[in-house]
């Protein structure tokens, strides 16, 4: 079945396994395809990072190493990662959000992100061009 996964950094279609409820069962190469994680003996893992699979049932609602090739239910490492998840098997949508640790961290900083709008006269201007500068932002939306 062909699912897709929205990311923090995009959204991603994939080959998903199985959907059961609201879990979403990848294989390794989908699960690569979702934020670069991949299955190694001390866990599942994304660069330095390593989460280890929790022993006995926990673990095999993670990682279900019955069959042929192992697969991992996305939505479990994302909540057991503290990430929020939100679920629309029926439209084969899965969304995954930002963890709050994450998002607290890069509060701490007191940094905005960068982006880039463009001005009445379609100029772009990034907010890191005002950098040491007091900036004002408007925003406005009709809802």
Not at 48 to 74: F, I, K, M, S, T
């Amino acid at each position: 079945m062909r699912a897709t996964v929205l990311l923090p950094g995009g959204s991603v279609v994939v080959e998903a396994i199985g959907a059961e409820g609201e879990d979403l069962w990848l294989d390794p190469p989908a699960l690569a395809r979702c934020g670069g994680w991949e299955i190694k003996p001390e866990g599942l893992c994304r660069g330095a990072l390593c989460v280890p699979v929790p022993p006995g049932q926990a673990g095999q609602a993670l990682v279900d190493a019955g069959g042929a090739e192992p697969r991992v239910n996305l939505t479990a490492l994302a909540r057991h990662m503290g990430q929020p998840v939100a679920a629309s098997p029926e439209h084969a949508v899965w969304s995954i959000g930002e963890a709050a640790k994450d998002a607290a961290d890069r509060l701490l900083s007191l940094e905005a992100p960068d982006f880039t709008l463009p001005d009445m006269d379609g100029k772009p201007y990034s907010l890191s061009s005002f950098r040491g500068r007091k900036v004002f932002l408007l925003a406005w939306a009709s809802w």
